[in-house]
């Protein structure tokens, strides 16, 4: 049971534009979101997070909103960068736990075309 | 200052054999998660300490699966009887303690049972 769900593989988009990432959870007991940025033969990076008391988090060019009545969020990234190209991952977690596990998602392959 | 550190970074087995997988966090940080991902996925929780102790050892799969943090600082997953679905990249993650979401990756340790 999949609980936190990126259902594109990939996505490409030019120099410059916006790229759009999104997520999607099931368990509404979730109330923390990370996304993290992961490149081949290291480990994932932390991007940018949200508090489910929020519904935006900005930090320069990296922005995330979160909807949570339809428990969806998205990580939009402008302007795209050709090394913003990576996998990245959308994670959550629940306080309520006390060991702030993650929960992550497959991730979706960011490229970023010159 | 210095990341999370794994070693080693790529360990081939053969089936039956035992091994174990070294985690050295960020100094400091009391917190530390140890992640399974397998091709394909996103990283999967398998087992969390604060301090010395697993707080918590949900994901581990099965029995033939420990890990131990004996002085709270470095710890080690050991895989006893390797089994070809044991192979993935181990990742270990640290973060400073109690309330904090953020944790901060290694880069993984590339297990392969041939």
């Known amino acids: 049971d999949q609980q936190v769900k990126q259902n594109s593989p990939s996505l490409s988009v030019q120099e410059g534009r916006i790229s759009i990432l999104n997520c999607d959870y099931t368990n509404s007991m979730f109330d923390y979101f990370l996304w993290y940025k992961k490149y081949p033969a290291e480990g994932p990076t932390f991007l940018i997070s949200i508090s489910s008391i929020k519904d935006k988090n900005e930090d320069g060019r990296f922005t995330v909103f979160l909807n949570k009545s339809a428990k969806h969020l998205s990580l939009h990234i402008v302007p795209s960068q050709p090394g913003d190209s990576a996998v990245y991952f959308c994670a959550a977690s629940n306080s309520g736990g006390s060991n702030y596990k993650l929960t992550f998602g497959k991730g979706t392959l960011l490229t970023v075309n010159p | 200052g210095a990341g999370v550190s794994q070693t080693p970074s790529n360990k081939v087995t053969e089936k039956g054999k035992y091994v174990e997988l070294r985690c050295d966090p960020i100094s400091g940080h009391t917190a530390l998660y140890w992640y399974r991902q397998s091709l394909g996925q996103g990283p999967e929780f398998l087992i969390y300490?604060?301090?010395?102790?697993?707080?918590?050892d949900s994901g581990l799969p099965n029995d033939r699966f420990f890990a131990v943090r004996p002085e709270g600082s470095v710890s080690t997953l050991k895989i006893q009887r390797t089994e070809r679905g044991d192979s993935a990249v181990y990742l270990c993650?640290?973060?400073?303690?109690?309330?904090?979401?953020?944790?901060?990756f290694g880069p993984g340790t590339r297990l392969t049972v041939t």
């Open positions: 300490f604060q301090g010395t102790g697993a707080a918590d």
């Open positions: 993650a640290s973060s400073p303690g109690r309330g904090t979401y953020e944790q901060y």
